[in-house]
């Protein structure tokens, strides 16, 4: 893999550099740096990307902008690139092994022999550049939740992946024994790995669409028994009236990606769409929100 790193780069003001060294400490980054740009002073800082992924930038960025209103100091700007390391290639995958989520999966990464017995169902995993290895809270949040929304296979559900990122949940729900999945993703990298991995799982019925939930809507007499979303809240708030549009009158969702402290705006929304919240799962910092129709 040739981008193993995250490189982190926030302006530097100086009443706020013991908080910004403090918060890229506690955010697991194994490098830091006061580095002069340009005549600019900017931090810079270093952590594994197969330890983070961008929701989690995204939610670091968030908390930045919380300690500027807190302190009254201008907003900070940060951003993040992926840099390369050379010897990465082999060892990243090493932090990386098979990991049981939930009462019913495995997930096992492509490179892993595969036991032949095995009490569970195996998802076999390449992400790429793609969100979504299983090693996140959000996405175990949303495969325990598929576990309990599907599951019974004559009812022939179908699901929409909304953000599908590697595949993985589409897949997923198709090994639940939903009929049909509907997967959608505007980055053309995760879309790709969703169709690398549909391969690798051997698994069919996922059809896949280079967009959003726009697209969905577009589809003549498609309505769904459920939907799947695991992005970052201050997209999901966007979505969240289309989503009442595509779904069945008795269907369900299923809302991950969302910071425990964003779940009250989140739920007080879908209340207000149209929708009942049928359970709250947290996990450290995030949750999950299940909510059905109401009738």
């Known amino acids: 893999m040739s981008t193993p790193w995250w490189e982190i780069k926030i302006n530097h003001i100086p009443e706020l550099e013991d908080t910004i ?4 400490q506690e955010f697991g980054c194994q490098g830091t740096a006061l580095a002069k740009e340009d005549n ?23 908390w930045f902008e ?14 993040w690139k992926l840099i390369d390391d050379e010897d990465w290639a082999s060892s990243w995958k090493d932090h990386w092994q098979p990991m049981e989520i939930g009462d ?12 032949e017995v095995l009490d569970r169902i195996v998802i076999r995993l390449d992400p790429g550049s793609a969100f979504g290895t299983g090693v996140h809270a959000t996405t175990q949040l949303c495969l325990e939740s598929l576990e309990m929304r599907l599951g019974e296979p004559e009812k022939e559900l179908i699901v929409a992946d909304i953000g ?6 589409s897949i997923g729900a198709r090994f639940l024994g939903a009929k049909q999945v509907f997967a959608t993703d505007i980055d053309p990298l995760a879309t790709r790995a969703t169709k690398e991995n549909m391969e690798l799982n051997a698994v069919d019925n996922i059809e ?4 959003s939930i726009e697209l969905l809507k577009l589809v003549p007499n498609l309505k769904f028994d459920g939907i799947v979303c695991n992005i970052l809240a ?19 969702v299923i809302l991950s990606g969302i910071l425990v402290d964003q779940s009250i705006e989140i739920a007080t929304i879908l209340e207000k769409n149209g929708w009942t919240i049928a359970a709250l ?7 999950c929100l299940n909510a059905r129709r109401s009738k």
């Open 66 to 79: 919380q300690d500027c209103i807190l302190t009254n100091q201008e907003s900070l700007t940060i951003t």
């Open 234 to 252: 201050e997209v999901i708030k966007t979505m969240i009236p289309d989503m009442a549009e595509i779904i069945k009158p008795d269907g369900w």
């Open 104 to 115: 019913r999966f495995c997930i096992y990464p492509a490179w892993i022999e595969v036991p």
């Open 208 to 211: 896949i669409f280079d967009g």
């Open 164 to 169: 599908c990122g590697s595949g993985i949940l």
């Open 281 to 287: 799962w947290k996990r450290g910092e995030w949750c």
């Open 40 to 62: 600019a002073w900017f931090i810079k800082a270093y952590i594994p990307a197969i330890t983070k992924e961008t929701i989690d930038l995204a939610a670091l960025s968030l």
């Open 21 to 24: 060294f403090w918060r890229l």
